[in-house]
């Protein structure tokens, strides 16, 4: 590894690559890494780890096929989970566990989902009663915490994407500042209906300090705004936001989330001689909904291939997710299966590029894709079992080519991924009938 490597920074489309050669003399087992990153190096070790097995008949450990020489790089640079705190806290050791897990399956991101509709929970000390949002005062992150969390995923190859959901799912932002989210009674039934009051100058005063200060915690050059699934309805029926639309001349909602999001952007991209200078990640909504988006502003999709399709014929980067949503029963309708367990199908063989016609120039433009863990069923006690291992089937999707494919030869060899897993502690439920010999039996 040249020192260059020792020393790089992490950042989408750094080198991954590695080399790994095993070979054996009559005494022990020689392994040569070679990568052009620390970060290469780390994925090269993480593979050597997956190749030591123990023979319970000789008690002793070894590896199979010798000579061996693997030569690996990934196929995609954006290789990400998401996990989703604000529906249910999230315990900084769970969040910590999940970037080992998402190290181990070779992942690069952890997609934290930080605030929504339902609770706010990190701390802010230029705005300090936005954490009254939080279900509960111990469920809170801290400076102290966050940064923690950040340089714990440094330190295995993995960067911490935070997403602040704005200007839709916004009701978090009410418990402390309710000056800053919309008053509309005929939705708010709904608490994911609530938006960002847009008419407020408060609003991007907020905004503005808050994601200065996140800026500082979150060190990745990327930050995520949310915008999807705003409901238009909540700002029009707010009497303020109506009039102040009127004077404005604006007669529709995509009107208005356009006015809101070049403020934004204005507010946080870089070269805009603002204090925040991050490049931003959106949901597919605003593309969909004709904002005018930044040339080098990443859209990420999760309905459909025809919008993915769009959004490259653009020239805009994408990240795909739909197909990787691990919370649905049925990721894909004409796919269904009696275990639960065996949606991993579905996430294997849901290939980034098929149903699209895309240009080598354009194929480049996906960058990857994430899988998403939704929170509103899941916390502590269960999020291991709930991701792992159907999450590895992504994992091996956005890492191999897409000629490994092969559903019947994955499966072996996902199951004996999932004992490896639990033998370090994962609570990775079973993919198939076996004994997974782990350390508490001996």
Not at 74 to 91: A, K
Not at 304 to 320: D, E, I, P, T
Request: hydrophobic share 40%; charged share 20%.
């Amino acid at each position: 590894m040249s020192d260059g490597g020792r020393n790089a920074n992490l950042s989408l489309g750094i080198d991954e690559s590695y080399s790994l050669t095993l070979s054996s003399t009559s005494t022990q087992v020689v392994a040569q890494l070679k990568a052009g990153t620390v970060f290469g190096a780390l994925y090269a070790l993480e593979t050597l780890s997956q190749l030591i097995q123990w023979d319970d008949n000789v008690n002793t450990y070894f590896v199979a096929g010798l000579t061996t020489v693997i030569v690996d790089n990934p196929r995609y640079s954006w290789r990400g989970l998401l996990i989703d705190t604000s529906r249910h806290y999230l315990h900084p050791n769970t969040i910590k566990s999940a970037i080992d897990v998402v190290a181990f399956n070779k992942y690069n991101v952890l997609h934290w989902h930080v605030t929504d509709a339902q609770s706010f929970p990190i701390e802010s000390k230029t705005y300090p009663k936005l954490t009254l949002g939080a279900y509960n005062k111990r469920a809170v992150y801290s400076h102290e915490v966050v940064r923690d969390i950040v340089n714990y995923g440094y330190a295995r190859g993995v960067r911490v994407l935070a997403e602040f959901d704005i200007p839709g799912h916004a009701a978090g932002f009410s418990y402390g500042y309710p000056e800053v989210t919309a008053k509309c009674p005929r939705y708010s039934h709904n608490i994911n209906n609530v938006a960002l009051d847009v008419s407020n100058d408060f609003t991007y005063e907020l905004l503005n300090g808050f994601l200065k200060e996140m800026t500082d915690l979150f060190s990745d050059e990327y930050i995520h705004l949310g915008g999807d699934e705003v409901v238009f309805g909540c700002w029009f029926d707010d009497p303020n936001i109506a009039r102040w639309a009127a004077s404005k001349g604006f007669r529709n909602g995509n009107q208005i989330e356009e006015y809101f999001e070049q403020k934004l952007q204005a507010m946080v991209l870089p070269g805009n001689h603002n204090n925040i200078s991050k490049k931003m990640v959106v949901w597919e909504e605003l593309f969909e909904n004709g904002v005018s988006l930044r040339s080098d502003v990443i859209v990420q999709v999760w309905s459909s291939r025809n919008l993915l399709q769009k959004v490259l014929n653009s020239g805009h980067q994408a990240l795909l997710s739909q197909g990787y949503y691990l919370d649905k029963q049925i990721p894909n309708p004409d796919q269904t299966w009696y275990e639960w367990v065996d949606t991993w199908k579905n996430f294997y063989l849901n290939e980034p590029l098929d149903g699209l016609n895309l240009t080598p120039a354009q194929e480049k433009l996906l960058l990857g894709g994430e899988a998403a863990m939704w929170g509103e069923q899941v916390d502590d006690t269960n999020f291991h079992s709930r991701v792992w291992p159907r999450a590895s089937a992504t994992a091996e999707r956005l890492w191999s080519h897409r000629s490994v494919n092969d559903v019947d030869a994955a499966e072996p060899r996902l199951s004996a991924f999932r004992c490896h897993l639990a033998r370090r502690g994962v609570g990775a439920g079973p993919v198939l009938p076996d004994f997974c010999d782990l350390p508490r039996y001996h």
